[in-house]
């Protein structure tokens, strides 16, 4: 059975600063990992890394995967309040296995 | 731009008595995934379709639940009886086929089920 954890479950910073969010997994075949941003509502889709794509990067978010270690990490620097959110890891191809999620608080 | 559309956004029911969500995914998606989310944790796979196939409900609890997409387009999530631990987000994606070689889900934007 597939399992993802991410590290921290919560974390709270003053904006300008820089986070980084982590994720590790066990899977039996791996073949990509999401990161979703999640406010109070659905899941949106940020980045999606696989074995031919282990660097993605967006404005001040990036993300990069180790499929040696079996981990991600997300990256977002100069955060906004607007970047306050839950952030989910998942992995999988068809059906994807969610990692508990990141809290992230930014205040001004 | 196209989006999943879910209704309701909110349901609260009693226990014991039956409820059900409406999903229409991306026009042109042919795989519909339904799961469920409680608070403080990761969305879980309850049901996933592909047209109008099963192809995987391991998940699903099937004495209370049941999914179906009839027409391999929207799809309807039913829960009889509603018990108090079913309290949840209930959260409705769909993709592409995968063999076009993306696996990103689009979700739409829930329905949230408060069972007392």
């Known amino acids: 059975e597939d399992k993802v954890v991410q590290s921290p479950l919560s974390l709270v910073v003053h904006e300008g600063d820089t986070v980084t969010l982590n994720c590790s997994y066990e899977v039996t075949n791996f073949r990509s990992l999401l990161w979703y941003k999640q406010e109070k509502k659905a899941p949106t889709f940020l980045f999606m890394l696989?074995?031919?794509?282990i660097e993605k990067k967006s404005g001040r978010l990036s993300s990069i995967l180790d499929k040696k270690e079996l981990f991600s990490i997300l990256n977002i620097t100069a955060t906004q309040t607007g970047d306050s959110a839950i952030y989910l890891c998942a992995v999988g191809y068809g059906k994807l296995t969610f990692g508990q999620g990141t809290i992230l608080t930014v205040h001004p | 731009e196209a989006e999943v559309a879910q209704s309701p956004r909110y349901k609260i029911t009693e226990k014991s008595q039956a409820v059900a969500f409406w999903c229409d995914p991306i026009s042109g998606h042919a795989t519909l995934y339904w799961y469920r989310q409680i608070l403080g944790q990761g969305p879980e796979l309850l049901v996933q379709f592909q047209d109008e196939s099963v192809v995987d409900d391991s998940q699903l609890p099937k004495d209370r639940f049941s999914a179906e997409r009839l027409k391999g387009v929207d799809s309807t999530l039913k829960i009889q009886p509603a018990e108090l631990g079913d309290s949840a987000m209930y959260l409705c994606?769909?993709?592409?086929?995968?063999?076009?070689?993306?696996?990103?889900?689009?979700f739409g934007p829930g329905t949230r089920l408060t069972v007392l």
């Open positions: 696989t074995s031919s794509g």
């Open positions: 994606a769909s993709s592409i086929p995968r063999d076009r070689g993306t696996n990103e889900q689009f």
